[in-house]
Protein backbone atom coordinates (compact mmCIF):
# COMPACT_ATOMS: atom_id res chain seq x y z
CA UNK A 1 0.00 0.00 0.00
CA UNK A 2 1.43 3.72 -1.19
CA UNK A 3 1.95 5.67 1.81
CA UNK A 4 1.55 9.40 2.11
CA UNK A 5 2.53 11.41 -0.75
CA UNK A 6 2.87 15.42 -0.84
CA UNK A 7 4.08 17.43 -3.69
CA UNK A 8 5.66 19.53 -4.37
CA UNK A 9 8.60 18.51 -1.93
CA UNK A 10 10.32 21.84 -2.35
CA UNK A 11 9.45 25.19 -2.85
CA UNK A 12 11.00 28.34 -3.05
CA UNK A 13 8.48 31.43 -3.26
CA UNK A 14 8.86 35.16 -1.83
CA UNK A 15 7.48 37.66 0.32
CA UNK A 16 3.43 38.38 -0.44
CA UNK A 17 3.17 35.47 -2.95
CA UNK A 18 0.99 32.56 -2.51
CA UNK A 19 1.59 29.07 -2.46
CA UNK A 20 -0.73 25.79 -2.63
CA UNK A 21 0.72 21.96 -1.49
CA UNK A 22 -1.25 18.72 -2.00
CA UNK A 23 -1.29 15.84 0.20
CA UNK A 24 -2.48 12.61 -0.95
CA UNK A 25 -3.29 10.11 1.85
CA UNK A 26 -3.27 6.29 1.81
CA UNK A 27 -5.15 4.62 0.26
CA UNK A 28 -9.09 4.20 2.35
CA UNK A 29 -7.72 7.04 5.03
CA UNK A 30 -10.37 9.38 5.25
CA UNK A 31 -8.50 11.32 8.09
CA UNK A 32 -5.95 14.28 6.84
CA UNK A 33 -4.36 16.57 9.29
CA UNK A 34 -1.52 19.52 8.50
CA UNK A 35 1.41 20.20 10.32
CA UNK A 36 4.34 22.91 10.24
CA UNK A 37 7.88 21.83 11.93
CA UNK A 38 10.02 24.84 12.18
CA UNK A 39 13.43 24.87 13.94
CA UNK A 40 12.69 27.09 17.00
CA UNK A 41 8.51 26.28 17.17
CA UNK A 42 8.46 22.55 16.49
CA UNK A 43 5.93 20.39 15.16
CA UNK A 44 2.56 22.49 15.56
CA UNK A 45 -0.72 21.53 14.62
CA UNK A 46 -2.49 23.47 11.48
CA UNK A 47 -5.81 21.84 10.79
CA UNK A 48 -7.46 18.45 10.40
CA UNK A 49 -10.02 17.22 7.87
CA UNK A 50 -12.27 14.21 7.76
CA UNK A 51 -14.71 13.42 5.02
CA UNK A 52 -14.38 16.98 3.40
CA UNK A 53 -14.87 18.94 6.52
CA UNK A 54 -12.52 21.00 8.84
CA UNK A 55 -12.38 19.24 12.44
CA UNK A 56 -10.16 20.81 14.13
CA UNK A 57 -8.01 23.71 13.57
CA UNK A 58 -4.67 24.70 15.13
CA UNK A 59 -3.94 28.47 16.79
CA UNK A 60 -2.37 29.45 13.36
CA UNK A 61 -3.98 32.75 11.53
CA UNK A 62 -6.37 32.92 8.61
CA UNK A 63 -3.17 33.61 5.80
CA UNK A 64 -3.47 29.23 6.22
CA UNK A 65 -6.44 27.54 5.02
CA UNK A 66 -7.35 23.91 3.32
CA UNK A 67 -10.03 21.46 1.98
CA UNK A 68 -10.52 18.47 1.11
CA UNK A 69 -11.59 16.74 -1.46
CA UNK A 70 -14.13 13.88 -2.43
CA UNK A 71 -11.11 11.44 -2.78
CA UNK A 72 -9.75 12.49 0.48
CA UNK A 73 -6.87 14.47 -0.99
CA UNK A 74 -6.15 17.65 0.81
CA UNK A 75 -4.38 20.83 -0.16
CA UNK A 76 -2.99 23.61 2.33
CA UNK A 77 -3.03 27.47 1.13
CA UNK A 78 -1.09 30.03 2.50
CA UNK A 79 -1.74 33.40 1.36
CA UNK A 80 0.40 36.61 1.57
CA UNK A 81 4.03 34.49 2.73
CA UNK A 82 5.86 35.92 5.04
CA UNK A 83 9.42 34.81 5.78
CA UNK A 84 8.47 33.06 8.99
CA UNK A 85 6.32 30.47 6.84
CA UNK A 86 9.47 28.54 6.09
CA UNK A 87 9.28 25.47 7.29
CA UNK A 88 8.64 21.87 6.72
CA UNK A 89 4.78 21.24 6.06
CA UNK A 90 3.73 17.94 7.09
CA UNK A 91 0.65 16.12 6.23
CA UNK A 92 -0.16 12.74 8.10
CA UNK A 93 -3.40 10.62 7.26
CA UNK A 94 -5.48 8.19 9.27
CA UNK A 95 -8.68 5.70 8.98
CA UNK A 96 -10.93 7.92 10.83
CA UNK A 97 -10.17 10.71 13.21
CA UNK A 98 -9.35 9.89 17.12
CA UNK A 99 -6.67 8.96 19.24
CA UNK A 100 -7.21 5.01 18.44
CA UNK A 101 -5.76 5.05 15.21
CA UNK A 102 -2.13 6.23 14.61
CA UNK A 103 -1.34 9.13 12.02
CA UNK A 104 1.13 8.24 9.21
CA UNK A 105 3.20 11.01 7.78
CA UNK A 106 4.23 11.83 4.54
CA UNK A 107 7.67 13.44 3.79
CA UNK A 108 6.71 16.47 3.91
CA UNK A 109 7.10 20.00 1.93
CA UNK A 110 9.67 22.49 2.67
CA UNK A 111 9.17 25.79 1.77
CA UNK A 112 11.42 28.41 1.41
CA UNK A 113 10.09 32.08 1.45
CA UNK A 114 12.86 34.69 0.86
CA UNK B 1 -4.25 18.98 25.93
CA UNK B 2 -1.90 17.31 28.95
CA UNK B 3 2.00 18.21 28.59
CA UNK B 4 4.82 16.08 28.08
CA UNK B 5 8.17 16.00 29.34
CA UNK B 6 10.88 14.22 27.80
CA UNK B 7 15.36 14.70 28.25
CA UNK B 8 16.36 16.15 25.40
CA UNK B 9 19.13 13.79 24.46
CA UNK B 10 20.21 10.80 25.08
CA UNK B 11 23.20 8.56 24.14
CA UNK B 12 22.55 4.71 23.95
CA UNK B 13 25.60 1.98 22.50
CA UNK B 14 24.41 -0.12 19.49
CA UNK B 15 23.17 -3.44 20.43
CA UNK B 16 21.76 -2.39 23.85
CA UNK B 17 18.35 -1.16 25.13
CA UNK B 18 17.66 2.00 24.48
CA UNK B 19 14.84 3.30 27.30
CA UNK B 20 13.30 6.48 26.49
CA UNK B 21 11.32 7.97 29.01
CA UNK B 22 8.56 10.17 29.09
CA UNK B 23 6.25 12.74 31.84
CA UNK B 24 3.32 13.51 31.51
CA UNK B 25 2.08 14.04 35.09
CA UNK B 26 -1.36 15.83 34.30
CA UNK B 27 -2.59 12.91 31.85
CA UNK B 28 -6.46 12.58 32.03
CA UNK B 29 -8.38 9.48 32.07
CA UNK B 30 -9.03 9.44 28.33
CA UNK B 31 -5.76 10.70 27.03
CA UNK B 32 -3.79 7.94 25.36
CA UNK B 33 0.14 7.87 25.32
CA UNK B 34 1.83 7.89 21.68
CA UNK B 35 5.86 7.65 20.43
CA UNK B 36 6.77 8.82 17.51
CA UNK B 37 10.04 9.33 16.05
CA UNK B 38 11.65 11.47 13.43
CA UNK B 39 14.64 10.68 11.17
CA UNK B 40 16.06 13.71 10.43
CA UNK B 41 14.37 15.72 7.03
CA UNK B 42 12.33 12.62 6.82
CA UNK B 43 8.20 12.78 8.41
CA UNK B 44 7.29 10.92 11.98
CA UNK B 45 6.78 8.15 12.01
CA UNK B 46 4.37 5.82 14.06
CA UNK B 47 6.18 3.50 16.96
CA UNK B 48 3.90 2.58 19.50
CA UNK B 49 0.80 3.93 21.95
CA UNK B 50 -1.06 2.75 24.62
CA UNK B 51 -3.76 3.71 26.99
CA UNK B 52 -2.72 2.09 30.62
CA UNK B 53 -1.51 -1.20 30.08
CA UNK B 54 1.84 -2.13 28.87
CA UNK B 55 2.70 -2.75 24.80
CA UNK B 56 4.76 -4.15 22.86
CA UNK B 57 4.77 -4.26 18.66
CA UNK B 58 7.71 -5.33 16.53
CA UNK B 59 9.68 -2.38 16.87
CA UNK B 60 9.33 -1.35 20.48
CA UNK B 61 7.69 -1.52 24.09
CA UNK B 62 5.61 0.91 25.86
CA UNK B 63 5.84 0.62 29.45
CA UNK B 64 3.46 3.02 31.06
CA UNK B 65 3.68 3.77 35.48
CA UNK B 66 0.31 2.47 36.75
CA UNK B 67 -0.94 6.00 37.78
CA UNK B 68 0.03 6.74 34.67
CA UNK B 69 2.17 9.85 34.77
CA UNK B 70 5.10 8.99 33.20
CA UNK B 71 6.14 6.16 30.44
CA UNK B 72 9.23 4.30 29.20
CA UNK B 73 9.80 3.56 25.12
CA UNK B 74 12.10 0.72 24.98
CA UNK B 75 13.61 -0.36 21.45
CA UNK B 76 14.83 -3.84 22.79
CA UNK B 77 18.44 -3.78 20.66
CA UNK B 78 19.10 -0.26 19.31
CA UNK B 79 20.80 -0.26 16.12
CA UNK B 80 22.32 2.86 14.32
CA UNK B 81 19.16 3.65 12.01
CA UNK B 82 17.22 3.73 15.74
CA UNK B 83 18.93 7.45 15.65
CA UNK B 84 16.61 9.63 15.48
CA UNK B 85 14.04 12.60 17.96
CA UNK B 86 11.55 10.68 19.60
CA UNK B 87 8.47 12.42 20.35
CA UNK B 88 6.05 11.28 23.42
CA UNK B 89 2.92 12.71 23.23
CA UNK B 90 -1.00 12.36 24.86
CA UNK B 91 -3.70 12.62 22.98
CA UNK B 92 -7.64 12.77 23.97
CA UNK B 93 -10.31 10.55 23.45
CA UNK B 94 -12.78 13.48 22.61
CA UNK B 95 -14.60 13.00 19.13
CA UNK B 96 -14.24 16.51 17.38
CA UNK B 97 -11.75 18.22 19.53
CA UNK B 98 -8.98 15.89 19.39
CA UNK B 99 -5.33 16.54 17.62
CA UNK B 100 -1.13 15.89 18.37
CA UNK B 101 0.47 17.91 20.09
CA UNK B 102 4.36 17.23 19.88
CA UNK B 103 6.63 18.05 22.43
CA UNK B 104 10.06 18.85 21.88
CA UNK B 105 11.21 15.54 22.11
CA UNK B 106 14.32 13.54 23.00
CA UNK B 107 17.13 13.31 20.34
CA UNK B 108 18.48 10.08 20.38
CA UNK B 109 22.10 8.95 19.12
CA UNK B 110 22.84 5.06 19.05
CA UNK B 111 26.98 4.95 19.21
CA UNK B 112 29.16 2.43 17.78
Known amino acids: KAGVTQTPRYLIKTRGQQVTLSCSPI?????VSWYQQTPGQGLQFLFEYFSETQRNKGNFPGRFSGRQFSNSRSEMNVSTLELGDSALYLC?????????????FGPGTRLTVL | DAKTTQPPSMDCAEGRAANLPCNHS???????VYWYRQIHSQGPQYIIH???NNETNEMASLIITEDRKSSTLILPHATLRDTAVYYC?????????????FGTGTRLTIIP
Open chain 1, 27 to 31: SGHRS
Open chain 2, 50 to 52: GLK
Open chain 2, 26 to 32: TISGNEY
Open chain 1, 92 to 104: ASSSTPGPYNEQF
Open chain 2, 89 to 101: IVRVDDFGNEKLT
